[in-house]
């Protein structure tokens, strides 16, 4: 069967984040070490709460697939990024960068979803105590999982379904270090303005919804925890404040790429890089600096392979 959009582009150029020798030096050091981190960091995490049985409960288990996310994410597209440095052509096929989009918006949309409900499950742990362990049950915790990998896969689908037949004759060159949907949308040989607004409006709209919905009910946990102030209640601000941490770093760049798509700037590929590389590492960071329960877990965790490594 022929394709029906002809298109005769068979792979895109990314121009990459500087010609300074200088500056892909330091973006090659910035970038592997922030990589390697986030990998490690992460895997911590997931090692952590499977192997400590004081973290099998409903928060810990959506951290850890926060983190299985996160893992998944920075490796879609720091590794080619750190790759094409210094490669004087930097460049990806159609296959390529359709799946850099899926898997992108896959994850994003999954993870959107995974912040909203440890939201919820925050809201119940400090407005409903008594019935935490009943509403956040095992079934209830899968139910969350497979609704947010469902959610995120259709979200990813429907936006490919926007490019994928899309005719491409002309121009290949893509003003950045990975593909994305603002971005190859532009380089169409067809009016594309309805189409921009589509998806501004899936990805862009859903996203300063949620983040806004999130800081709200953030907002009034917090103003809950105001009226019972005790010692547990300072436990629960700090995990808040962690969360709401990370809300912010992930809706921030994903609002400023969508709600108003623009032409590429610096601060675009700032912000690309931040999401690309430095997000998934501050998430582990940020949640276990912040958390007493994981700092204990994670340095037991330690002991254990240490111990390990002497006996063997």
């Not at 119940?124 to 959610?151: D, E």
């Not at 379904?161 to 004759?169: D, E, G, Q, R």
């Not at 700090?238 to 809300?247: F, G, M, P, W």
Request: a positive charge.
């Amino acid at each position: 069967v022929n394709r029906p959009n002809h298109s005769v582009v068979s792979e895109f150029v990314f121009l990459g984040l500087s010609n300074s020798w200088e500056i892909q030096i330091f973006l090659f050091c910035f970038s592997c070490l922030f990589y390697i981190s986030s990998l490690t960091g992460n895997l911590l995490i997931v090692v952590t709460v499977t192997s400590d049985p004081y973290l099998h409960s409903p928060m810990y288990f959506l951290l850890a697939n926060l983190s299985v996310i996160d893992l998944i994410f920075c490796s879609i597209a720091a590794p080619k990024m750190i790759c094409d440095l210094f490669r004087k052509q930097k460049v990806i096929s159609f296959g390529g960068c359709i799946a850099q989009i899926f898997f992108s918006h896959a994850v994003g949309g999954t993870e959107m979803v995974l912040l909203i409900a440890m939201a919820f499950d925050r809201y119940v742990a400090i407005c409903k105590p008594l019935h935490y362990l009943t509403i956040m049950s095992p079934r209830m915790c899968i139910f969350i999982l497979v609704g947010a990998w469902t959610t995120g896969l259709i979200h990813s689908s429907t936006q490919l379904a926007f490019v994928v037949n899309l005719p491409f004759c002309g121009p290949n060159v893509l003003d950045s270090f990975y593909c994305d949907i603002p971005r190859l949308i532009k380089l169409a040989c067809t009016d594309t303005h309805k189409l921009e607004s589509m998806v501004t409006a899936n990805s862009g709209f859903i996203s300063l919804g949620a983040f806004f919905l999130l800081i709200l009910s953030y907002i009034f946990l917090l103003a809950t925890l105001q009226k019972h102030s005790s010692g547990g209640s300072s436990k629960a601000l700090s995990t808040l404040s962690a969360h709401i941490t990370v809300v912010v770093l992930f809706f921030g760049p994903l609002i400023f790429f969508y709600v108003c798509p623009s032409p590429s700037t610096p601060l675009d590929k700032f912000l690309a890089i931040f999401d690309a590389v430095l997000t998934p590492f501050l998430n582990p960071v940020i949640y276990t600096f912040r958390n007493r329960e994981m700092k204990v877990a994670t340095r037991r965790v330690f002991s254990l392979l240490l111990g390990v490594r002497k006996t063997i």
